[in-house]
T-cell receptor
C-alpha cells in the first residue's frame, strides 16, 4: 500500500463547479503540503498545514490529523485551475508525495 | 526577493557524461531539498541539505549521485556517468527550516535532464 493515496487520479469538471481532491496518508507528519504542477511542469506550493483549515482565494485546504486525511477544495473552478495537484505529507525532514490528481476544467 | 533559481532549465547529456544541476535557494533559506520526477511518475524525495551538511540522503541512488550545499554558492546535484534512466525533471526546493508549520517549501522551476 502506498504511503500517500490521492483520489481521484483524474477529474474533469465544468467551469464553475466545486472541486474536491482527497489525500490519505499513513506516514507520521509534522505538516502537509499541497502543490500545484502546471502543464508546463512548474511547481507552486499552495498550502502547508498541520491542523484545521486554510483558505487562499478560491482554494481551501483542510486536514484531520487523527484520520490522516486532507482535502483540497476549489470553489468556482476556472479553466486556469487545470493542473496536477499533489499532496505531500512530511515528517521532520522530508516530504512523501502522492501520485497527483490531474484536474481539467472545461469552459 | 528572488525565488528558488535552478539552472540550467534543460540539460542534454550523452550516456557516460556528467550532469551538474544547480540550485540557489531563496534569500534567507538555509535548507535545500532535491526531488526527482521521472516521466509519468510522481515526485520522489532525494536529499535534504543544510549549509555544508547532508541531513537526509535516503532517497539518493547509491551510486553515481551526490549532492552538496557549500557555505558559499548554490547547492549542486551531481550525476556521474549518466544513463538513459536518469532522464527526468529534477526539482529543488528551499525553506527557512525543518518541515514544521510555517516552513513552507518553495520550489524552483526544475531542470529537465535528457540523456541521449
Amino acid at each position: 500500500k502506498n504511503e500517500v493515496e490521492q483520489s481521484p487520479q483524474n477529474l474533469t469538471a465544468q467551469e464553475g463547479e466545486f472541486i474536491t481532491i482527497n489525500c490519505s496518508y499513513s506516514v507520521g507528519i509534522s505538516a502537509l503540503h499541497w502543490l500545484q504542477q502546471h502543464p508546463g511542469g512548474g511547481i507552486v506550493s499552495l498550502f502547508m498545514l498541520s491542523s484545521g483549515k486554510k483558505k487562499h482565494g478560491r482554494l481551501i485546504a483542510t486536514i484531520n490529523i487523527q484520520e490522516k486525511h486532507s482535502s483540497l477544495h476549489i470553489t468556482a473552478s476556472h479553466p486556469r485551475d487545470s493542473a496536477v495537484y499533489i499532496c505531500g505529507p512530511g515528517g521532520a525532514q522530508k516530504l512523501v508525495f502522492g501520485q497527483g490528481t490531474r484536474l481539467t476544467i472545461n469552459p | 526577493n528572488a525565488g528558488v533559481m535552478q539552472n540550467p532549465r534543460h540539460l542534454v547529456r550523452r550516456r557516460g557524461q556528467e550532469a551538474r544541476l544547480r540550485c540557489s535557494p531563496m534569500k534567507g533559506h538555509s535548507h535545500v531539498y532535491w526531488y526527482r520526477q521521472l516521466p509519468e511518475e510522481g515526485l520522489k524525495f532525494m536529499v535534504y541539505l543544510q549549509k555544508e551538511n547532508i541531513i537526509d540522503e535516503s532517497g539518493m541512488p547509491k551510486e553515481r549521485f551526490s549532492a552538496e550545499f557549500p557555505k558559499e554558492g548554490p547547492s549542486i546535484l551531481r550525476i556521474q556517468q549518466v544513463v538513459r534512466g536518469d532522464s527526468a525533471a529534477y526539482f529543488c526546493a528551499s525553506s527557512p527550516g525543518d518541515i514544521l508549520p510555517g516552513n513552507i517549501q518553495y520550489f524552483g522551476a526544475g531542470t529537465r535532464l535528457s540523456v541521449l
